[in-house]
């Protein structure tokens, strides 16, 4: 039985306070079961995951566990078990995943805050196509004790909220500590992933990151070709180390996408999984050498607006990959903003800072926050902004 | 198909010896996945310097 319009709860109470969080189905929550939306995991953990203890002291009054991709191992939040959660500004379409609960719970204005995880794009992705604010935190900022893990070297918890501000203020609690806001003196723009995106997609993007740094460079991400291979190479033996013991007791019980890219992690030769974590270091210097000097990176969030539920284009994941993977295996902060409408939906951009300069990208989103309206569109808004490039014209 | 036969019957011997048993179908999708991978694998290791160290 869904718990709302969206499937966005897989289970819920009432709120007893005034700061509403909804905590995705991966990260513990005293007394309210862990599924990960799965058949194989429940759990009633008896205490909180450290961030949402940390929130919990900080006043927020946690209202439920949102739905989230199966183990959160995919993009698109359609578990075989609970179902699809669905975008509220078009509940034909996908919410993106691993955290579209996350994403719809924001977006359809039933939680103040929602917590995701994101190891390859799972709270950027949903707050993209969700048309809400998201922050994938430097990779060890959060702590992940209590957090169903999808690959420890790429995991990360942060927040998705309406604003960068609400952002900033949930990432400083469970991080402990104020994140500094000085803003990015140079900013590059990734110019392959505009080029790669739908052009109503890159046009919006490119509109609204124009407006906001005018003196933007263009750029180029090392080893744009190689780096999602490379963060397949290092995920999925991760992910398959930490899911050995079910692999072994309850194959069957996993649906098909995830049983898939868990036997494809467990069969790969060990030499890959090294070759993976080489290529990671080379991946680093090269960005170092290259975009050591920028502060920010823009980007479009992601390549196209939300897919219908029936209708999820077959190559979904390469054409993201390139979108997300970068940022992922890199361990870098990244902050979405929404920044358009293309026919009725929420397109946003993404602002990747260095390692550890999580306050630069929530200064570069507080700032465009502060010049643009996007983050207050809300889902039925979008029938107030027509794109001037329709669909017809884009062939 | 006899290669690719042979092919998943070494991947169930390989999941086996981890205490997983997958089926065939399982398997066969696995395999164009690891294809797929391995291949793009070759070409990072032609390009990755040797002194890149995990």
Known sequence: MSLDPFNAFLHRVEADGHWRVGVKDVIDVA????????????????????????????????????????????????????????????????????????????????????????????????????????????????????????????????????????????????????????PPRRVGLVTRLFDGAHPAVAAACEEAARE???????????????????????MLPEAAAVHLPWLRTCLADYGPDVRARALAGLLLPATAHVTGLRARSWARSLWERELGDFDLLVAPAMPIVAPRLDAVPPDYRLLIMPYNSPAALLGLPVTIVPCGIVER???????TGRSGEDGVTLAAAEDFQRETDWHRFEPGSGELYTNPVSSDERG | MGSESNLVSTLRALAAQQGVEPTDEDLEGVLDFLERILSALAEIEERLPPEAAP
């Open chain 1, 212 to 234: 906001v740094w005018p003196d933007a460079e263009p750029v180029e991400l090392p080893l744009h070709e190689e780096i999602s291979t490379i963060t397949q190479l290092v």
């Open chain 1, 345 to 351: 939906l929420p397109v946003a951009l993404a602002l």
């Open chain 1, 31 to 182: 007394g309210m079961p862990t599924t990960a939306a799965s058949k194989v995991l429940h759990r009633v953990p008896d205490r909180d995951a450290e961030c949402v203890a940390r929130l919990r002291a900080a006043g927020a009054s946690i209202i439920g566990k949102l739905n989230t991709h199966e183990f959160a191992f995919g993009a698109l939040t359609n578990s075989p078990h609970f179902g699809p959660a669905v975008n509220p500004w078009d509940t034909a379409r996908t919410t993106g995943g691993s955290s579209g609960g996350s994403g719809a719970a924001v977006a359809a204005g039933l939680v103040d805050l929602a917590l995701g995880t994101d190891t390859a794009g799972s709270i950027r992705i949903p707050a993209a196509l969700c048309g809400v604010t998201g922050h994938r935190p430097t990779v060890g900022l959060v702590p992940v004790d209590g957090v169903v893990p999808v690959a420890w070297t790429l995991d990360a918890v942060g927040p998705l909220a309406r604003t960068g501000a609400e952002c900033r203020r949930a990432l400083e609690i469970m991080a402990g500590r104020e994140l500094g806001a000085e």
